[in-house]
């Protein structure tokens, strides 16, 4: 069975600095990957995702991610951020036979001014 | 292109009442998915549907449930309510009809059992 874990439950990061969330996965074949967003009492928006091709991909509000098949890992990446990008994150993984995502725990990520 | 839309946003029930939730998907998708997030189990999947046929379950209990009407529009049902089942209930459509299709969120219906 598929599983994702996310290491890091709550990460506190200064305004500017850089930003990496942590996101390993377990997967018998090559997956697709996600990266959500939660504002609190919202919905989950799409930063980025992975199915093949490029392992550096590029998404929404300045965030890009890595797929290490190696390392069974898709860390995401930010290098400065903002106070707007206050909230839940996400890590998921796709099953190619069937359109059920599997989601990581998520990290709250706090910004101090 | 409008996103997916979910209604109502907020619901309170008792224990024993059942209760519909609405999600209409984004225009010209066919697959809607349907997620449970609560605290303590986070995001779990509950069922996908296609074509107006489940095509997926998760581990849930017969309690829930879900149709799919022709226009894609999707509604799940919850019957005998529990108190844990007060959750963010979320639906997501998809375009693809791979099982890669990446799946869009609407902002979920926040349900309150008492």
């Known amino acids: 069975a598929q599983s994702v874990t996310q290491p890091d439950i709550h990460i506190t990061v200064s305004e500017g600095a850089s930003l990496e969330l942590r996101c390993n996965y377990s997967?018998?074949?090559?997956?697709?990957l996600f990266w959500y967003v939660q504002s609190p009492g919202q919905g989950l928006q799409l930063l980025l995702k992975?199915?093949?091709?490029?392992?550096l991909v590029q998404g929404i509000k300045g965030f890009e991610a890595e797929f290490k098949r190696s390392q069974s890992s898709f860390n995401l990446r930010k290098p400065s951020v903002h106070w707007s990008d206050a909230a839940e994150y996400f890590c998921a993984v796709g099953d190619t036979g069937r359109r059920a995502l599997t989601f990581g725990s998520g990290t709250r990520l706090q910004v101090q001014p | 292109k409008a996103g997916v839309t979910q209604t109502p946003r907020y619901l309170i029930k008792t224990r024993g009442q059942q209760v519909t939730l609405s999600c209409s998907p984004i225009?010209?998708?066919?697959?809607v998915s349907w997620y449970q997030q609560t605290p303590g189990q986070g995001l779990q999947f509950l069922f996908e549907y296609f074509s107006e046929t489940q095509r997926n379950k998760g581990n849930f209990p017969g309690r829930f449930s879900g149709r799919q009407f022709s226009n894609s529009r999707s509604e799940m049902n919850v019957s005998t309510l529990e108190l844990g089942d007060s959750a963010l209930y979320l639906c997501a459509s998809s375009l693809a009809t791979s099982g890669g299709g990446t799946q869009y969120f609407g902002p979920g219906t926040r349900l309150t059992v008492l």
């Open positions: 225009s010209g998708h066919r697959s």
């Open positions: 992975y199915f093949s091709g490029d392992t």
């Open positions: 997967y018998g074949a090559t997956p697709y």
